[in-house]
């Protein structure tokens, strides 16, 4: 139906039931519906995290400028599920707005969150997004975030990041993380990257080999 599920389903986000309101958030998760957006942000302040989270994630699918203030207040909640839904939907909602709070969301103490928020400032073109990517590429202590934070700079074609995704490569041992890394370099581009690709070809895993020769045929050719 589109839009006019509304405001027949706005019974569901009134329901006491915590299954019939995180349900109905579901459907709005999949169906954007603009009159519903001031109901959502309402429910930002539900004391249940279950509805909390789930309000997170179809605050993100609304695609809207007028999500992201409370998203952005999201990334501060108490519970980790909220703050990593909410940087995960601020990815798919860019705004500047949200930068400087997606940076301080990457030092978050739960690697879930980190790694959300470094995929998401992959939208951002700004040197401070690229220079918090590249701290978490080289830095961070979970392999996780540091495969996020290659796709981030991958996203964000951040040429100036080639040498420091080839010399975390060379020592990479996660296979993920070093399949993110060599994806992000294929994104990246540029032909400086040829001879780490070259080796991450002939990798044990094939995730990694598949990534890496993937990698290779979009490099550009030196002139």
């Known amino acids: 139906k589109g839009e006019k599920v509304w405001p027949e389903l706005a019974v569901g986000l009134d329901s006491p039931d915590e299954m019939i309101r995180f349900w109905t958030l579901g459907v709005l998760t999949e169906v954007p519906v603009a009159a519903a957006r001031p109901r959502l942000i309402a429910l930002m302040k539900d004391p249940l995290v279950r509805i909390r989270a789930a309000t997170a994630f179809a605050l993100g699918a609304q695609r809207s400028p007028e999500v992201v203030m409370p998203l952005i207040e999201a990334l501060s909640d108490s519970d980790v599920n909220v ?37 998401a400032l992959g939208s951002h073109k700004d040197e401070r997004a690229r220079d918090a990517l590249l701290d978490h590429l080289q830095n961070d202590r ?76 979009k490099l550009t050719p030196a002139p």
Do not use: Y
């Open 142 to 217: 979970k392999a996780i975030v540091r495969g996020h934070a290659a796709i981030g700079l991958g996203v964000m074609k951040a040429s100036g990041a080639v040498d420091a995704l080839v010399k975390r490569a060379g020592r990479e041992r996660d296979v993920e993380a070093l399949a993110a890394m060599a994806w992000a370099l294929g994104e990246i581009g540029d032909v400086k990257a040829k001879a780490t690709l070259e080796t991450l070809a002939k990798h044990a895993s094939e995730v990694v080999q598949k990534q890496a020769n993937e990698a290779l045929a």
């Open 83 to 119: 703050r990593f839904e909410a940087a995960s939907a601020l990815g798919r909602v860019p705004d500047p707005r949200a930068l400087e709070p997606l940076v301080k969301a990457s030092n978050d103490t739960d690697e879930d969150v980190r790694r959300a928020a470094c995929e």
